[in-house]
Structures are given as C-alpha cells and as structure tokens.
C-alpha cells in the first residue's frame, strides 16, 4: 500500500548511490561546502524541527527518511502534510544501515531532506536593487551557533532581511540551518557581500556596536523610530574599521568589569529595544 498517494518511494540500499554523495558533498566544511551548496543550489536540511518548517514548500524537493523514520508519527505526519501539497517531491527511503553515513546528529529520528536556495542567494542583485527597511549586518562572525541563534532572534523581532559580508560563517551551511531553528524560511538572506557592496544597496542608517562608543544604546529612541540597519562583528574583533567609518557606534551599558557580551546575546539585546521603543 502506498501511504503517500501518488508519491512513489525509492529504496537506496548502496553506500556508493549518487544522491548519497551529493549530500555528503553539500554538508562539506567550510569553502568546499559553501561551493556545493552554490554550485547545486541546494542545502542539506536535517531533523524533523527543520523539516517541518519547511513542509509544504516546493523548494523541499527531495526527503530522505528509513524504516525507522516511517514509523515514527511525527515524521509520517511530516511527510503526509508535505506531499499532499508537493506530490512531485522526490521521496527516498534509506536502507536504515546506510544511514549514519549522511547524517551528522546522533541518536535523532532519520528525517532529512535537501532545500533549493532562494534566489537571493544564487541571483545577482539587480542595478536598481535597494535594501529597504530594517537590515542586520553579520561581518566576520565565525561561530555557527552564533550566526543561527543571531537569524532567530532577527526572525523573533519581525526584522526580514540579512546580509552576511565575506568572512561570516556560511548563511546555509547544515550547523547555521540547524542554529537557525527554521529563520531561515522566514528570512531573506544575502551572503558574501563586501562593505562596497553593502554601502551601494543599503538605504537605512548604520548602528553600529562597539564597546567604547559613547552613545548608550538605550539613547537611541528617536533614531530607532525609524528603519535602521543593525551591524554585529566578530567574536573576538567586533566590528571592522572599515565599516565602522561608515555609521553610529553604539554601547550597551554593562556592569562594571564586564567587558562585552557574546554577540549573540549583543543582537538580541539590541533588536528587542528597536521593537520596545517602537511598541512604546
């Protein structure tokens, strides 16, 4: 009996099988994945948290589960929600032996598919292109984790667009996906910007976040009225010189002997004090 209607299942039971590798390849580290992932316009989504974000989008196009993965209730309902709405996905049931050898969490229920990037990703940016209203700037943040809860926390606040400048931890690698917890379908992201091309598309002021600045981040309520555009440096640098010449430095007043906060923390903080000044 076919549980998924006109869906047919196909049975991999070769370590060696082509899809098999293009996954291995996507999930690559570093340049070498982010080339992939570019290259087949696509990314590797795994668990059922991602998964089901993303059910009912056309571009989930292909799913890979096993028999263990069928029989779990959460999964199947997954897959029923998602192929009653794109019956044309590619569906794989995967010999349940084969299995580890394309999945990078351990003991979690055999769920993974892969996603076509969107087109602000693989497309260029037209002449006339401008970002409009509230932007957050990623520049050289290394951590993934870092990156993925800084896209949450972006999606928690209602803000929708992100550009990563080159050096950031790749937007669509599997460990920023998984961070990510599923901002990423509610997001639109541009990756390997420089600050040139940053400073020609971007129309919202820079605020910037530096830890000498001298204005206090709970002073900015007249500039938070409006669209601004948010930028977080790395881990250990903070923010360039280069792109700190081209806006507002800006503190967040910490207790003494505190010298910064993770970034991550830095992004929230600052996000939901533009959304409270603006619900005030």
């Known amino acids: 009996?076919?549980?998924?209607?006109?869906?047919?299942?196909?049975?991999?039971?070769?370590?060696?099988?082509?899809?098999?590798?293009?996954?291995?390849?996507?999930?690559?580290?570093?340049?070498?994945?982010?080339?992939?992932?570019?290259?087949?316009s696509q990314a590797v989504l795994e668990g059922v948290h991602l998964l089901q974000t993303w059910a009912?989008?056309?571009?989930?196009?292909?799913?890979?589960?096993?028999?263990?993965?069928?029989?779990?209730?959460?999964?199947?309902?997954?897959?029923?929600?998602h192929l009653a709405l794109c019956p044309q996905t590619r569906l794989v049931e995967l010999d349940t032996a084969l299995w580890d050898s394309i999945s990078e969490l351990e003991n979690a229920p055999h769920f993974l598919g892969l996603v076509q990037l969107?087109?602000?990703?693989?497309?260029?940016?037209?002449?006339?292109?401008?970002?409009?209203?509230?932007?957050?700037?990623?520049?050289?943040?290394?951590?993934?984790g870092n990156v993925g809860a800084i896209l949450r926390t972006v999606a928690a606040t209602g803000v929708k667009t992100v550009v990563a400048l080159r050096g950031?931890?790749?937007?669509?690698?599997?460990?920023?996906?998984?961070?990510?917890?599923?901002?990423?379908?509610?997001?639109?992201?541009?990756?390997?910007?420089t600050i040139t091309n940053l400073m020609q598309y971007l129309d919202a002021p820079l605020l910037i976040t530096a830890a000498e600045a001298k204005t206090d981040l709970y002073a900015l309520?007249?500039?938070?009225?409006?669209?601004?555009?948010?930028?977080?440096?790395?881990?250990?640098?903070?923010?360039?010189?280069?792109?700190?010449?081209?806006?507002?430095?800006?503190?967040?007043?910490?207790?003494?002997?505190?010298?910064s906060l993770n970034v991550a923390t830095a992004a929230a903080v600052c996000l939901f004090e533009t959304v409270r000044v603006r619900s005030s």
Not at 13 to 24: G, Y
Not at 66 to 77: K, Y
Not at 130 to 143: A, F, H, K, T
């Open 1 to 40: 009996m076919n549980l998924f209607g006109n869906t047919e299942v196909e049975f991999i039971s070769s370590k060696d099988n082509a899809l098999l590798k293009q996954i291995r390849l996507l999930q690559a580290l570093g340049s070498k994945g982010q080339k992939q992932r570019l290259a087949n």
């Open 56 to 81: 009912g989008d056309p571009s989930l196009s292909i799913v890979l589960t096993s028999a263990a993965g069928l029989a779990n209730p959460e999964i199947l309902e997954s897959l029923e929600r």
């Open 118 to 144: 969107p087109d602000s990703v693989i497309q260029p940016i037209a002449k006339q292109f401008l970002l409009n209203g509230d932007v957050v700037i990623l520049e050289g943040i290394q951590d993934a």
């Open 168 to 193: 950031c931890a790749h937007l669509w690698s599997s460990k920023v996906l998984r961070a990510g917890m599923g901002a990423h379908h509610q997001l639109t992201l541009y990756e390997d910007w």
């Open 221 to 259: 309520q007249a500039q938070l009225k409006n669209p601004v555009a948010w930028v977080f440096g790395s881990e250990g640098h903070g923010v360039s010189v280069a792109l700190r010449s081209q806006g507002q430095l800006v503190r967040i007043p910490l207790a003494a002997g505190v010298e």
